[in-house]
Antibody
Framework: QVTLKESGPALVKPTQTLTLTCSFSGFSLSTSGMRVSWIRQPPGKALEWLARIDWDDNKFYSASLKTRLTVSKDTSKNQVVLTMTNIDPVDTGTYYC???????WGQGTLVTVSS | SYELTQPPSVSVSPGQTARITCSGDALPKKYGYWYQQKSGQAPVLVIYEDSKRPSGIPERFSGSTSGTMATLTISGAQVEDEGDYYCYSTDSSGDHGVFGGGTKLTVL
């Protein structure tokens, strides 16, 4: 059974750096073909794809956010980490990690950006 | 950057067929996926690889692609099918994911 769970701060101040961790089980990110993506959803708005990290450590980012995002993995811990720099109130929303083509999602974590 | 375009809303009566479209230039070459999201919940995959249905998804959900248009069809829509539906795919390189803007399905 595949599970994913996001963790991180619920409240972040503007200009700070946000660090989110996705802890997963039921698969290994060292296995060929495995990928984990990050997605966010502002309140009442649409899903937005942010980034992806693959089993071979290839990393891909949303064009509009690539200067602010970094994704990394710790295969031994079964974790994927997303950092987003220079946080702004418009970054408020629920952040998910997921295996998108398999339909496995975490429950999401709500991040509020406010001073 | 690459975009997928969906209608903002679709409304049908119970028992009717609901069709939600998703338009994107790379859809002839890249698989489309459909997600259902109900309020306060994580999305649920209802169609993968254009037309395949995950286990546990009712048979009334089906998917198809023709040219640059992917379509999610709900045959005999039920009240419990109400929610937001998102298509997902990648750009032509396969490296960057993208979601459509979402379609709110109302069944009443």
């Amino acid at each position: 059974q595949v599970t994913l769970k996001e963790s991180g701060p619920a409240l972040v101040k503007p200009t700070q750096t946000l660090t989110l961790t996705c802890s997963f089980s039921g698969f290994s990110l060292s296995t060929s073909g495995m990928r984990v993506s990050w997605i966010r959803q502002p309140p009442g708005k649409a899903l937005e794809w942010l980034a992806r990290i693959d089993w071979d450590d290839n990393k891909f980012y949303s064009a509009s956010l690539k200067t602010r995002l970094t994704v990394s993995k710790d295969t031994s811990k079964n974790q994927v980490v997303l950092t987003m720099t220079n946080i702004d109130p418009v970054d408020t929303g629920t952040y998910y990690c997921a295996r998108l083509t398999e339909g496995n999602w975490g429950q999401g974590t709500l991040v509020t950006v406010s001073s | 950057s690459y975009e997928l375009t969906q209608p903002p809303s679709v409304s049908v009566s119970p028992g009717q067929t609901a069709r939600i479209t998703c338009s994107g230039d790379a859809l002839p070459k890249k698989y489309g996926y459909w997600y259902q999201q109900k309020s306060g919940q994580a999305p649920v995959l209802v169609i993968y690889e254009d037309s395949k249905r995950p286990s546990g998804i009712p048979e009334r959900f089906s998917g198809s692609t023709s040219g640059t248009m992917a379509t999610l069809t709900i045959s005999g829509a039920q009240v419990e099918d109400e929610g937001d539906y998102y298509c997902y795919s990648t750009d032509s390189s396969g490296d960057h994911g993208v979601f459509g803007g979402g379609t709110k399905l109302t069944v009443l």
